[in-house]
């Protein structure tokens, strides 16, 4: 008997008031070669990337672990990550080159390998001075896939202090140096499944008209299941579930959480307050589906812009995470704020490995996710020792289980703390797994010919 094949680009199509709507598939055993070790076209199985950043540092003390190698043991500060611990290769100790330093803004280097420009105006205006390491993997296998990349945002606050360009306005560049084009991240979930997943435009209060995709593909999917073996149809109708189940979720959201006028409020405050692991939550598990059903294979997460007003109501913060920071490594509130922020990273790596795939694997097993911030402790804005964590094995091509590499032990300062190396050593890395042929990364000062190694398989 002929085996049944689908093609990994195969979509559910259907109509609603006159628009085609299409729905992705996840990846189904007919998809694949008969040892399910590549696609039945020969090529290879999607191999997905996530940029994330979170922003104002860590406390060094609490946040290194002391051990080193395969034998490493979390931090207290990263303890939420237990979950998810095999996944992790931590880097740290190694030094962000960047030529410049106003506070903040040099760190974005850790994202890019260039050094920032000056902005019209000066003062703590800068811009990206080079694309950023997503969009570099956008280049590569961006044409592979319907969209290219997406970009999402968690906290909606901004600057207090003056601080503006494109450095500020996303973490994600796309272009040549002098030619860059900030990627603005999308704050609503709603925008954002409408952007991945279907055609239709909510209103202010709408929840009772809006468009039901899977409704549109009703016909699409009876044509498809009978063709199916009996594990990929509980695959595809597990699939339809979670993407029915989240459609409803967003539904339910309060209408004020709809795209308004101004972009910057559509994130909505509940009693004044950001919903902040609802958000990551939304947000995490569209990207999640956008893989796993190969709408996108690049994306990034801000979760908060650095020097922001946002405030941790979630945890009873008493102030702004950012100046809370400013209060030194033994303040409570900087130090559960930290914490917190390595919950929501936990959050979003959870919600990929509870994904799955073909042959009992999950979204982290093909993703490779790169997480850092702007600097290593938020009271000296040093941008010696920034962490690098590293989640996910993309397909067998980081370590694991993970490891601890450190550049240089560190020395105990909070305040002036040691490093060598170089951080753009790591964006190589990253890089030459989805092109092989990559050679540097950045230019300048923070340029890297040499991929750290430490952390490859």
């Not at 996530?50 to 060094?60: F, H, I, K």
Request: aromatic share 6%; glycine share 10%; charged share 15%.
């Amino acid at each position: 008997m002929t085996r049944f094949s689908l093609s990994r680009r195969t979509m559910l199509r259907g109509l609603f008031g006159g628009a085609t709507v299409s729905v992705g598939l996840p990846l189904l055993e007919c998809m694949l070669n008969a040892n399910g070790t590549a696609l039945a076209g020969g090529g290879a199985l999607p191999l997905r990337f996530l940029m994330y950043y979170w922003a104002d540092g860590v406390n060094l003390g609490d946040f290194e672990p002391g051990q080193i190698g395969a034998d490493w043991s979390l931090s207290p500060a990263m303890a939420s990550l237990a979950p998810v611990k095999d996944y992790i290769n931590l880097v740290t100790g190694l030094q962000n080159h960047c030529a410049q330093r106003i506070t903040h803004h040099e760190g974005m280097t850790v994202f890019n390998g260039y050094s920032f420009l000056n902005a019209q105006g000066g003062g703590l205006s800068t811009n990206a001075g080079g694309p950023t390491i997503d969009q570099l993997i956008a280049d590569a296998i961006g044409a592979q896939t319907a969209v290219r990349s997406v970009q999402v945002r968690v906290s909606k606050r901004e600057s207090t202090d003056g601080d503006g360009g494109t450095t500020v306005t996303a973490i994600s560049h796309r272009g040549t140096p002098g030619n860059l084009t900030p990627q603005i991240p999308q704050e609503n979930p709603v925008e954002v499944f409408q952007y991945l997943f279907g055609n239709f435009t909510p209103g202010v209060d709408d929840r009772s008209e809006r468009t039901h995709v899977l409704d549109a593909v009703k016909a699409d999917v009876a044509r498809l299941k009978p063709k199916l073996g009996t594990v990929d149809r509980q695959r595809l109708d597990a699939h339809l579930t979670n993407i029915d189940e989240l459609q409803a979720k967003i539904n339910a959201m309060p209408p004020s959480c709809q795209l308004p006028d101004e972009p910057t409020e559509t994130n909505t405050d509940m009693g004044g307050q950001e919903p902040i692991t609802s958000v990551v939550e939304a947000h995490a598990s569209l990207i999640a589906y956008a893989f796993a059903c190969d709408v996108t294979r690049v994306a990034s997460i801000l979760f908060k812009k650095f020097v922001s007003s946002t405030v941790f109501d979630e945890i009873d913060a008493s102030e702004a995470h950012h100046s809370a920071s400013h209060n030194g490594p033994d303040d409570t509130n900087w130090r559960n704020g930290v914490e917190y922020s390595m919950q929501k990273l936990s959050q979003v790596l959870q919600i990929l490995q509870n994904t799955e795939e073909v042959g009992g694997t999950n979204l982290l097993d093909s993703t490779i996710v790169y997480a850092s911030t702007d600097c290593s402790t938020g009271a000296s804005h040093s941008i010696e020792r920034q962490p690098i964590i590293l989640a996910g094995h993309g397909r067998n091509y980081l370590k694991y289980p993970g490891v601890h590499y450190q550049g240089t032990p560190w020395n105990g300062d909070d305040f002036s703390p040691n490093a060598s190396g170089n951080t753009s050593d790591v964006l190589l890395a990253c890089l030459q797994a989805f092109d092989p042929a990559a050679t540097s990364v950045g230019g300048g000062a923070p340029e890297s010919n040499s991929p750290l190694t430490a952390v490859v398989a």
